[in-house]
């Protein structure tokens, strides 16, 4: 599963976006059922009425009984049972039906024994469908209702009554029964399609599915329209409400490339006949990988690919190959339990990245996931983190498992091991794991074990020290003499305050840039130094792939520092930009020396290197520049720094690079934002008057850039023609990102008009929540959007699912005083998210560490502008 849309992640900061990994959860808890019965087979009959918002159905499950039992307990919520059967050994029981609503849980009771043995369980029940983006729910355009789904983690049993746990995998049938105009999809193909019942009615059949988890199934019911293609004998439709099945081509030939790449990857072909993709206009997170009937957010997959972003593009390409990954990690072979959530998520986000890379070798990919490993080592450095394997019992502690540390660090990790055992080792690996545990459960243990023996290396102890642990080490290293360097481990905070517990150690792949690319060496918590190769630059992190931090001797690092351009790689500039930021943060460094390190990179011609390198200008920018003035100064120094930079890209042109695209962007939105450069501005302000009149005539990539930097400086007029886009625009990422820019508007009254807004029903519960989230990332509009957010606290409270919550809470964490840390604090104590209580705990840390950071930096980055010679505004 993916959380969240693309133009939403555009929009956020970089500290939001991870704290938006942190998903917060609902109150009930998610305890275990008994073991004593295990399901075989269902048997589901369902029949929605989209009108009423309601559905019957009828379902019979197959089960083995482990051991003589009058009661049989399994999942359900919001379900009402009619009638309860349970039929073994020739005999039929009818069962009283007990309900446990806090644990979700509800137990069947017949008057004689159940033997050992098969035995089956029929259910008649109705349920609702429910405008909650979770479990059967509404999904609406204007003109209909959708029914769809959503059950990961554990909302199976809203829809029917179910075995709801990982390892309890099962076959299905599924048949549903819909109105005649008409249709409907899951996860196998439509075996038979019959009248009736009644004139206005037809019935789907659908072929008996793989064993599976019960969160992998999938129904959906409307009048979706769909564009195919076939692949490796695989039946590929992306599908759509019929007003954007236009914007269904792009996904299509993605997901026929990426199949056969991971049959070709995996050694193991795609286990169904079809794969649907299916994009719906109501969907709270990013995408789920339902077995066969993957469903998206319509910005994840639907796309104009003439009139698209580069990132865009991406994103699509990047989320539809995350979610086909898990066709094989998660669906074929799924974690046995959700403490092991890693094994899906974090698989899926290392392996999203090879298809696309082999498809698109000019997106540099590689960059961007040094880029993803820097953001995810300073969430890792926060005061408060976990490891990536942690206790996940309730439904709270299960939906928290879905954070920045699932995904993020344990993709990077993922990342670090294959670059140390060799590509076609850690392959060999995966393909073993796989083939032992087809259609069945796994543990961390069982995928581990598998690549240690593939490889004959440690993996076991390295990747046992990184999923056990929290946190993230910090190498230090000496002098390299005689082929050998001392080097010290310890665990990495972000803030000084923090002592770190000298006893926590790693296994660690430490890979030293060498002659022929990297010499890697298994440091252990014992190791107190390692052996340099000889004639190469001193780096102790080749490709920029490990998962830790490098401090180096003064001399070494000024040596990196003169040759960053020429002895790094990209990736090796992205590492050593964050680890000197990293410093910078830890008060190891000064502010000045991470601008200095900015200005020997300012000419680097990779858009992921400079806009890495920008993100801590920004950060310096709003976190330890307290004052207007200094702003200004900083702002001049980056019009010095960069204008020449951009001024060299020229105007957009059909031949420019998608780097080029990206690289002109990232300028243009550090010059017109922090730099306030007077003609970025007024260039950014044509632009994207006409960007609005003609999508098609403007660079996608620049332009909405640019309009987003107009919307800050932007009039009524302007405010006018985006709200126009946003609800008369069939292109999602026109229509999505036309919304975030309303929130951007930086003009009192339409800033509050933008609120209002957001509150009315032209905007979906799935996006209003970003809208505050988005106007609480600017000091210019923060303190109005957070007293806005308490005034109206109760029609915002209504927008609030889980996960918008979380992303709403910790939007708060971009504030930096005491006073707001305390109003934040307070408000949120008084008036509590769902399960929220983790989310505001990190928004305070970040408030805290802000706080922190300007204490410690702001004198140090008053001297360093002084050397600079920029005068207040030049």
Known sequence: MRNISAPFWHALSAAAVALLFTVSATESSAERLPQNVKPEHYVLTLTPDLKAATFAGVERIDVEVKQPTKTITLNSAEIEFQAVTVKAGGKEQTATVATDKEKEQTTFTVPQEI???????????????????????????????????QFESTDARRAYPSFDEPALKATYDVTLVVDKGDTAISNSEIESDTPGPG???????????????????????????CTGGEQ???????????????????????????????????????????????????????????????????????????TASVGAKKEVAQVIAHEMAHQWFGDLVTMAWWDNLWLNEGFATWMEMKPVEAMHPEWNIDQAEAAGLDGVLDLDAQPTTRAIRAK???????????????????????????????????????????????????TAEDFWGAQTAASHKPIDKIMDSFVAQAGAPLLTFGDPTGGKVEVSQRRFFLSPSIKPDAA?????????????????????????????????????????????????????????????????????????????????????????????????????????????????????????????????????????????EYAKLGPPAESDSPNKRELRATLMRTLGGFGKDPKVIQQAKEIAEKYIADPGSQDATLAQTATAIAAQHGDAALFDKLQHVFETSTDPEMQEASLAMLAMFQEPALEQRAMDYALTDKVRKQDAAFQFAIALQSAETRDRAWQYVKEHWEAVRGLLTPELGAALVSSTSTFCSADARQDVEQFFTAHKVASADQTLKHAVERINGCIEFRGLQQANLTKWLGTQGMANGQ
């Open 232 to 306: 490796d004998g695989v039946k590929i439709r992306v599908c759509a409400t019929p007003d954007k099945v236009q914007l269904t081509h792009y996904g299509v030939d993605v997901a026929k490339y990426v199949l056969h790449y991971y049959n070709d990857y995996f050694g193991i072909p795609y286990p169904l006949k079809k794969l649907d993709l299916i994009g719906l206009p109501d969907f709270e997170a990013g995408a789920m990988e339902n077995f066969g009937a993957i469903t998206y957010r319509e910005t994840a997959l639907l796309i104009d690919e003439k």
């Open 115 to 149: 033997a050992t043995g098969k035995a089956s369980v029929s259910i008649h029940y109705t349920g609702i469908l429910n405008n909650e983006l979770r479990g059967f729910y509404l999904s609406k355009t204007a003109k209909r209702n959708y029914a769809v789904t």
């Open 392 to 442: 996940a019992d309730t439904r709270e502690e299960i939906e928290q498992m879905f954070d920045g540390i699932s995904y993020g660090k344990a993709g990077a990790v993922l990342n670090m091991v294959e670059n140390y055992e060799g590509r076609e080792t850690f392959r060999k690996g995966v393909h073993n794991y796989l083939a032992a545990h087809e259609y069945a459960n796994a």
């Open 199 to 225: 004139a206005d009615k037809h019935t789907l059949k659908f072929g008996t599915t793989p064993k599976m988890s019960t969160y992998l199934v999938a129904f959906l019911v409307g009048d979706f329209q």
């Open 504 to 644: 926590q150690k790693w296994t660690i792949p430490v890979c030293f840039k060498a002659a022929n690319g990297q010499d890697c060496q298994v440091m252990t918590p014992e190791s107190t130094s390692l052996s340099v190769p000889a004639g190469s630059l001193f780096f102790a992190n080749a490709g920029g792939r490990g998962f830790y931090r490098s401090a180096y001797p003064a001399d070494k690092y000024a040596a990196l520092v003169k040759q960053v351009e020429t002895g790094l790689k990209p990736t090796e500039r992205i590492n050593l930009i964050g680890d000197e930021w990293a410093q910078v943060r830890a008060d190891k460094a000064t502010v000045g020396d991470y601008l200095n390190l900015v200005s020997a990179v300012k000419s680097d011609g990779n858009a992921e290197v400079i806009a890495n390198a920008l993100s801590g200008v920004g950060s310096i920018y709003s976190r330890v520049a307290a004052t207007k003035e200094e702003q200004e100064r900083l702002g001049a120094w980056i019009r010095n720094t960069f204008s020449d």
